[in-house]
């Protein structure tokens, strides 16, 4: 199974960057991974970015990443960005997984609408239990402040 690691960098670099971690530390290993932010958030890619290659080299994998920047507040255009790419990705066999916990509202609600019209395997949410710990890597939190939610059912709600 070919997997699209769709992913919303938002305020929080942290919050993808250790809901990543915790995807593939439990398994998954995507083939693809699109990193879609706003204008504002730009300038966090380069740090997302090096994050992403470096939990995947550990797990001795490379997937191709891509970065994706969408006007402020634009819902048009993210829901044009998001149709055409979810569209390519289904013409090519891919399935979707989606994290929208750093994503901003606008994105996310545009991904999980429309995702609905294609193959997806799992829609994540990591929620941090207590904000003592917002700006910290995956292993310096406690895990049991952590829960990783799939909407579609997997794993539903269980710390790791």
Do not use: C
């Not at 380069?46 to 080299?57: L, N």
């Not at 191709?64 to 979810?86: C, G, K, M, Y």
């Amino acid at each position: 199974m070919k997997i699209a690691y769709i992913t919303l960098l938002g305020r929080s670099e942290w919050a993808l960057v250790n809901t990543y971690y915790t995807v593939v530390s439990r398994g998954r290993k995507p083939d693809r991974i699109f990193i879609f932010t706003e204008e504002t958030y730009r300038k966090k890619l380069p740090k997302v970015v090096e994050a992403i290659k470096a939990i995947s080299r550990a797990y001795n994998f490379t997937p191709e990443i891509e970065t994706i920047v969408i006007p402020d507040n634009s819902f048009i255009e993210a829901d044009r960005r998001f149709t055409e790419l979810f569209q390519t990705l289904e013409n090519e066999g891919y399935t979707i997984d989606l994290d929208i916990t750093s994503g901003r509202k606008a994105l996310a609600t545009a991904a999980v609408v429309l995702l609905g019209k294609f193959p997806v395997g799992e829609i994540i949410y990591m929620a941090l239990l207590d904000m003592d710990f917002p700006d910290r890597p995956y292993m310096m939190i406690p895990i049991h402040m952590q829960r990783l939610k799939n909407f579609l059912g997997d794993k539903d709600a269980v710390p790791y």
